[in-house]
């Protein structure tokens, strides 16, 4: 009989579950060196970008303050520059006319503002974002091989100097004591300090990007997909063993003068099941399967084993 059983699709069940995994990076040489990078970002306000007279920032990888300020404004701000709570958006109005006269009338513009500012919550929350000549923001950015899929929330913290905190509330806030000091993306790793109107925190942004005695800790966020294979045994299969201790003499089997004993070739012959292997279209190995114990084949009943791939 053959070596091989076809698995149908019905034998596979995929599976998603999230991982977490916590990180604890104490000073700043295990916090850069572990990929993470801190950013200034500061608003220059000359309209003319020439690289040789920008300032320059980050442990890792060099970027232009200028740049940094002006992407993250950008990408997660620019909703919220006239109002800490987003800007008004215009959309267009529908006056109903006479049934059948198509006298409907449209007032103000067909299209608002399209902006998406990647908000870390459903609930209506407060940005602010320092507009002034030469204000400053700090940037800490984590890359994906760290937090996964996303930073899980209300696990992030950064001590400073032991003594001052920032942490995240869960809806993508920084908070610093009782105060809301900035936000955090979780998808995107991104952590940016950016003081509010009450207080700029020079002394804190300063901290966080260029301290060395600093903590950084947060749990990532993976999801893994766990496949699991039935692989059915019938009464009827894989009831032969080509165990070498089955053969007569210390030769392999090959050549007549060996022979199966006797008792491993009648009906009531049950082999013991140690390993499952699945392999592809082509026969390749791909995946191996160790029971913790034998496992032994019923000669009167059907026997499934399970195997599970995590991927």
């Known amino acids: 009989m053959s070596a091989y059983k076809q698995l149908t699709p019905g034998d596979a069940i995929v599976t998603p579950f999230t991982s977490n995994k916590q990180f604890n990076l104490e000073g700043a040489a295990n916090i850069t060196g572990s990929g993470i990078d801190r950013y200034y970002g500061k608003n220059n306000t000359n309209l003319d970008f020439i690289p040789a007279n920008e300032e320059t920032t980050g442990d890792n990888t060099t970027r232009y303050k200028k740049l ?3 992407s993250v404004k950008h990408l997660y ?10 800007d008004s958006v215009t959309t267009a109005s529908l006056i109903l006319g006479v049934p059948g006269t198509n006298s409907d009338v449209k007032v103000g513009p067909y299209l608002g503002p399209t ?11 407060a940005k602010y974002f320092p507009t002034s000549s030469d204000a400053v923001i700090g ?6 091989t760290l937090f996964g899929e996303f930073i899980q929330p209300e696990s992030f913290s950064y001590v400073i100097n032991g ?19 900035g936000n955090i993306i979780y998808p995107h790793g991104l952590v940016i300090f950016t003081g509010n109107s009450g207080d700029t925190h020079l002394d804190l942004i300063d901290g966080l990007i260029t301290g060395s005695n600093v903590t950084c800790s947060f749990k990532s966020s993976y999801e893994i997909l766990e496949t699991q294979y039935r692989c059915t045994i019938k009464e009827n299969e894989f009831s032969l063993s080509l165990n070498p201790s089955l053969i007569s ?11 199966i004993y006797d008792f491993a070739t009648g009906s009531l012959f049950a082999p013991y099941i140690t390993t499952v292997g699945l392999y592809d279209n082509n026969n390749n190995l791909i995946a191996v399967g160790k029971l913790s114990q034998p496992l032994e084949s019923s000669p009167t009943t059907d026997t499934v084993i399970y195997v599970n791939l995590d991927r």
Request: proline fraction near 5%; hydrophobic fraction near 25%; glycine fraction near 10%.
């Open 68 to 70: 940094v300020y002006e």
């Open 77 to 86: 701000y620019s909703n919220f520059l006239s109002s800490s709570y987003g």
């Open 115 to 125: 902006r998406y500012n990647y908000p870390q919550t459903t609930l209506s929350y």
């Open 139 to 144: 940037v800490v950015t984590i890359p994906s």
């Open 163 to 181: 003594t001052d905190t920032l942490t995240d509330d869960g809806e993508g806030n920084l908070i610093s004591g009782s105060e809301i000091v």
């Open 249 to 259: 003499g210390s030769a392999p089997l090959t050549g007549s003068e060996h022979r």
